[in-house]
């Protein structure tokens, strides 16, 4: 495009690559972008209507990307989409649009829009090796595959089962040196032009139930703590318990992310067994810990957890993906990411400092929350 959207320009901060897809068999990409853009309390919302035409213009009608050719029924813009039609459109730029754009979304098809939740588990019959470790190696994807069959086949027969579109691995841990395997699963789910209310407590349960109370998955035997869908968890009740032992406060997580901007990514980064991922996590939450620690959640917390590093959108960066614990108690009514957000900004000199690390300003989340 010659130049940005004049409705989000000055406010527009850039746009990040999220994905490349397969279409019509191979011959065509799809690509998913996550854009981003400053919004000041007192702007209107975002009218993606009015900026869809906008893109729509800039690309000859959806037909040209500078030496790339666009198929005309593919541009969606948060969601919207607009069919080919032989008069020509005359865009209303002032039609109000509720939107979140605190919610990340790919779309994968015509008039669907896609959310995601995460399942995680571990398997106490399958023992950790380094090439578990590595995400391109045979036995990582077989065993990938497996595991995706198992989990796909019970989300089907659950309450999100209409809805649900397919799962994926993205990381496999090691657990009680090696004795055990922790599986981390991305899932998908989505139905028409509006994302379906999705209840993590219900879907617990259900998987719960369908795995005998979280001891069988397949061929497989399941840790009964392990599981967490989208960070709910339940404790798990021993009978055992004497009545004078008090259970310790259920844990509940949430995600943390954001980009190094000093940091070159490299082939060993991607790893989460070599030398250079756990020194590089061990210094992360060296910085990280102290920070929560002075936040509003300082008595509940309990640590962070690097689940992977990603290559950056320019050469030198390296994003960080990281699941953060704490513990549930009546000294903290309910986790506020917004608040935690605004603290982490502050304690980063607005979000550019992380002890000797240069931070990407605009890639801080929180739970998914965002600037």
Known sequence: MDSYPWSIGPSFLGCATTAFRSV????????????????EPSSPDLDRVGLYHEVSNKTRAISRLGPYSLDRTSLYVNGYNEQPVTQPVTPNYNEPHDLSLEKPFNTQSLGQIIQQFTVNFTITNLRFTTDLGRSHSAKFNSTKKIMQHYIDLLLRKSSIGPDFIGCKVILFRSVTNRDSTAVDSIC??????????????????????????????????????????????????????????APSPATSHFTLNFTLTNLQYTADLDAPNSRRFISTEKVIKHYIDPLFKRSSISSVYTGCKVMRFRSGRHRGDTGVDAVCSYKNNVSMARFDRETVYHELSSMTNGITKLGHYSLEKNSLHVNGKHA
């Open 188 to 245: 998908s789910y989505g139905n028409g032009s509006q994302v379906p209310n999705f209840d993590k407590a219900t879907v617990y349960q259900e998987l719960r139930s369908m795995t005998n109370n979280i001891t069988k998955l397949g061929i497989y035997k399941l840790d009964k703590e392990s599981l967490y869908v989208n960070g709910y968890n339940e404790p798990f009740q021993r009978s055992h318990l004497s009545v004078t032992t």
């Open 24 to 39: 019509r068999q191979g011959d065509n990409t799809g690509v998913d972008l996550v854009c981003s853009y400053r919004k």
